[in-house]
């Protein structure tokens, strides 16, 4: 694996811009750049395993960036996301092979490059530490697995841990990750393929994760319902999602922070506590005129 600064040299010279950016949120953000070190040194026996070398990880991740460029210079002109409907993002992105899995490994290294992701990623993992026990945990839309990784090892007490994903590159890259740094809990784990709409576990759980989903169902408030009514009475649920957020396979909108707890709360849920982020350093009034990314992260319960 590199060092960090043999990655931030590799992005500089691959995106100058980005790389000065990621530059500097390395420098500026308690933490990061720590956790970035410890990440790569975590993920490297996971890329082995996949032959992925650690500059196509870094690859994986500016196709992510620029990707993520072309959707917002369109998204600027049209007021539109990318991507028509579910049907569209499923056979373009979550079953093409090389599309999906480099764009959860680039998510997965954004959790430590992007103040706004590493901020909700650090919310988690500070939330879930909290909760004094884990029996039955649910993640829904698993994507890279790191978030999967932290419950599980947060919470080794976990007897149940159910993973429901429309993607099969998704399951199958966690399944890995997981197989490869945390072989015990993923035995215990029950790995399933569908649609969360469809997903009927005849259980319930004390802890469901479900991080960046929402903006690809067409209909949140369904897939909330469904979910709180799989919580245990004292269960609690992990939610985040974006507003004015444009990418590949993102078909919901929501337009604001608050249209997203309208939503939270239409589908039955208390937000217990959440965290809003902005994804660049700018005034409330040019995040609303310039209509640019904002993170929600929130703990429910239902
Ligand atoms: C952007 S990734 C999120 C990864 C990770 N949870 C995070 O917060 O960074 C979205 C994940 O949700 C999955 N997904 C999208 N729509 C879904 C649905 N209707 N049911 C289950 N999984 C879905 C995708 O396949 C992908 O793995």
Known sequence: MPRVDELVDYLSAHHPRHGEKVARNLASVAGMKDDLVMFLER?????????????????AYLTMVNQMTAARLDFMRSGKYPAEDQTQAVQDVYSHEQVMTEYMLGLALSQFLWKHHYQVYSFYRSRIRRIPQ????LEVGTGHGLFLLDMLTAHPEVRTSDVVDISDIS??????????VA?????????????????EPGMSYDF??????LEH???????????????????RMFVSTCANCPTIDHIYHFHSVQEIRDTIGRAGF???EEDVVPSEDVSAEDLERYRLDILYAAI???
């Open 217 to 235: 169902v067409p209909d949140p408030v369904r897939v909330l319902s469904r979910l709180a009514h799989l919580l245990t009475p004292t269960g």
């Open 43 to 59: 993920y490297q026996p996971f890329m082995e395993r996949g032959q992925i070398g650690w500059e196509q990880l870094a690859d």
């Open 270 to 272: 208390h937000i217990e």
């Open 300 to 302: 429910l319960r239902a």
């Open 208 to 213: 469901i994760t479900m991080g960046e989903v």
């Open 134 to 137: 884990v029996t039955a945990a």
């Open 183 to 199: 072989p015990d809990a993923a035995r215990a784990i029950r790995w399933v393929h569908d649609d969360v709409v469809r997903f």
């Open 171 to 180: 399951l199958g890259l966690t399944k890995s990750l997981l197989q490869v």
